[in-house]
């Protein structure tokens, strides 16, 4: 079984787990509506992509 030779410092154990943390997802506002919407991703409540509209969206009721 392999068993360390050393202690791992708490400085090198907490520079490993930097990693580890969740990032808070960000968003950016449509420049047309103003909504948000994830970066590199559709926005579904317009349909659009990039300025273009890329699909038709269904009128909620």
Partial sequence: MAVPKKKKS???????????????????????????HRPHHINLKTGTYKGRKVIEVKEQA
Avoid: C, F, I, T
């Avoid at 090198?12 to 420049?31: C, G, I, N, Q, T």
């Fill in 10 to 36: 708490k400085s090198r154990r907490d520079m490993r787990r930097s990693h580890d943390a969740l990032d808070v997802p960000s968003y950016v506002e449509d420049k047309d509506s103003g909504e948000l």
